[in-house]
């Protein structure tokens, strides 16, 4: 395979790449020959590292001020659908909580996200999942509303605020476990 822009190489390989010292002129030359976003190479030391890592970001509703992550899924908004915001801002008001307080995400928008990626960007201490299309891997394995603790965080996946709307079961489910999460 030929790569012409040393950069797409951090999506091909997720590791390091490192370059003995008598390889430093040629990395030189081949970033100077394509563009490519280089990283200073020290002079003092044997190895080095040939591209940096992108850092990631997600666009996101609220300003996540308690670590509080809530998993969405929705294919035709950008973030959530105006009356389940209404809702979810009514539960988070219960909890003595508002949008500033927790990052609402949309995984529809962020597909290619994977749950490291989430924990690392949001650090959430509570994670709530709305719904079947929000789970990744290994949030899968999360039994439907109950809470659960992964790795030190409180973990609940419950319905999509779609399935719960007009359904009161569903709706008193998710609340007597939101009320402890």
């Known amino acids: 395979m030929i790569i012409e822009n040393t950069a797409a190489l951090q999506f091909l390989i997720t590791e390091d790449i490192y370059l003995a010292k008598k ?12 563009g490519a976003a280089a990283v200073d190479l020290p002079e003092d030391t044997n190895v ?20 509080f992550l809530i998993v969405c899924h929705y294919a035709e908004v950008d973030c959530i659908d105006d009356k389940h915001l209404e809702a979810l801002k009514s539960a988070l008001q219960r909890k003595d909580l508002t949008l500033d307080d927790v990052a609402i995400i949309n995984l529809a928008k962020h597909s290619a996200a994977t749950s490291d990626e989430l924990l690392t960007y949001f650090k959430p201490k509570r994670l709530l999942i709305l719904g079947r299309e929000g789970l990744l891997s290994p949030w899968d394995a999360s039994p439907l509303n109950q809470l659960t603790d992964l790795g030190g965080r409180k973990l609940l996946y419950s319905y999509s605020f779609a399935e719960m709307m007009g359904d009161r079961d569903k709706t008193k489910a998710f609340w007597e476990q939101m009320k402890v999460l």
């Open 48 to 67: 080095m590292p040939l591209i940096a890592p992108i850092p990631i970001s997600f666009s996101y509703l609220g300003d996540n001020k308690q670590q």
């Open 23 to 34: 390889d430093v002129n040629i990395y030189r030359d081949m970033v100077s020959h394509t």
